[in-house]
């Protein structure tokens, strides 16, 4: 790691002193003074500048985007593979939790809580992890291959919370983009991850494809009011899970620098 | 700075070698080898909470809160007075500004983009810097004083996406929760900062005192569509800027770890 950030380093200062490159060239080559500093804070730059890409990616501040900024790979690769991605599925578990608990629910069986699955109570992180953790444009069939494989691992976070909302009383109500196609192998993915006992699992059919993520979920959500539900909660690792037509009383965003889906 | 970690870092070891205290004490404290190393790394797993904690924050997944952390007070101090704030303000005004000029306007007049003023156009940063960056309860009186004064600057780069948007030809609502007694010193604020020709100044009346934000917020928006105008974009430092009734097409988030208005 230290060499690749050295050899972007010296990327950006050789053309500050190729005007001194003499012939015949000497055998020790002098890098300039205090160079490790200037790579440090070089280093310092570059995560306090995907630091803000990732702030303004999560308060859904950007326009629509296809992959991460290039220069970022490194940082969102540590992020989502150290504890920084952790520890934000875990607060985000726990505020909804405590938010969980302070509802006093009617008892009528109306009151639900509303999951996304991928990258809320899934994770396509063993995926994403041989595919350039979102530098990579989306490749649908490679994709939806390792969806096939049903092995995607539980959220675990997310899991506590699952379980946590169905022992308070709440409707559990799976809401997600996947296809009606792969209904069998969701199921059988969520079952081996740990999740249980949902009372809806809604994916997406004919009638439903080709349009943005925020309308189907949207159309999905009204009828759900339509029916008498009460929307308390709902998690997703997207805004377009969260925003649009018949939103819940609180919402809880996930953290996913990977992708983004309109 | 390093001396008040270290402080800190030793209260917390402290009790772990207390048993050794004896009688009569060495002149000489020895601390435990690799101490640097060990403030280091408490100083990353400081920066690492309250990051996850900001990012709760400006993803709108906290519960209502009244201060910031105890312990991520010097970890804000370094964010609003360094240059990850700048760098947010100024990724966010981008976005903003990119998305501004994609719209096509319709020319007749009914085009709006909102601004919010406290965290959004003008800063109170010189109040929060003297009082504990939102460690401090909010006092009402204090605060009052310092609005009073009028002297609070521009966001230089919400000021220039205000420009832009002006420029654009969109029509520039600025709807925000402080009372209509501020009116003119409100008004002597923005044009010494260097905002001018909004089409209306929304303040709170009489009748929306008491009122939370997002209603109070919403209700204006509502009558704004009612008029016939299109809410194209809506900038704000709070989510109750941004959400509940007549949104805009798009909403732009600024940064503020400092305070939380519901």
New interface residues.
């Given amino acids: 790691m230290f060499f690749f950030k050295l050899f972007i380093f010296l990327s950006f200062v050789s053309s500050s002193f190729s005007h001194e490159t003499l012939l015949p060239r000497p055998l020790i080559i002098q890098y300039p003074e205090g160079i490790e500093t200037q790579i440090h804070e070089f280093d310092e730059e570059l995560k306090?500048?995907c630091?803000?890409?990732?702030?303004?990616a999560?308060?859904?501040?950007?326009?629509p985007w296809k992959m991460i900024p290039e220069e970022c790979l490194g940082y969102i690769k540590d992020y989502m593979t150290g504890?920084?991605y952790k520890?934000?599925l875990e607060?985000?578990s726990n505020?909804?939790g405590?938010?969980a608990q302070s509802l006093e629910l009617s008892g009528d069986g109306k009151d639900v809580w509303i999951f996304d699955i991928d990258e809320t109570l899934l994770s396509n992180l063993p995926y994403y992890v041989e595919h350039g953790y979102g530098l990579e444009i989306f490749d649908p069939i490679e994709f939806d291959k390792w969806i096939q494989r049903g092995m995607a691992p539980a959220i675990e976070p997310s899991l506590q919370l699952y379980e946590k909302v169905l022992d308070l009383g709440f409707k559990v109500f799976l809401l997600t983009g996947r296809s009606e196609q792969h209904r069998s192998i969701t199921i059988e993915n969520l079952i081996k991850a740990g999740f249980r006992s949902w009372d809806k699992l809604i994916l997406r059919d004919g009638e439903h494809q080709g349009k943005l993520a925020t309308v189907f979920k949207s159309e999905k959500r009204s009828e759900m009011v339509e029916e008498g539900y009460r929307i308390l909660g709902n998690s997703g690792d997207q805004w377009s899970d969260l925003l649009g037509a018949a939103t819940s009383s609180r919402?809880?965003?996930l953290?996913n620098p990977m992708y983004y889906i309109p």
């Fill in positions: 306090l500048q630091t803000s890409w990732r702030f303004s999560e308060a859904n501040n950007l326009s504890r920084g520890m934000d607060r985000v505020e909804a405590v938010y919402s809880f965003k953290p």
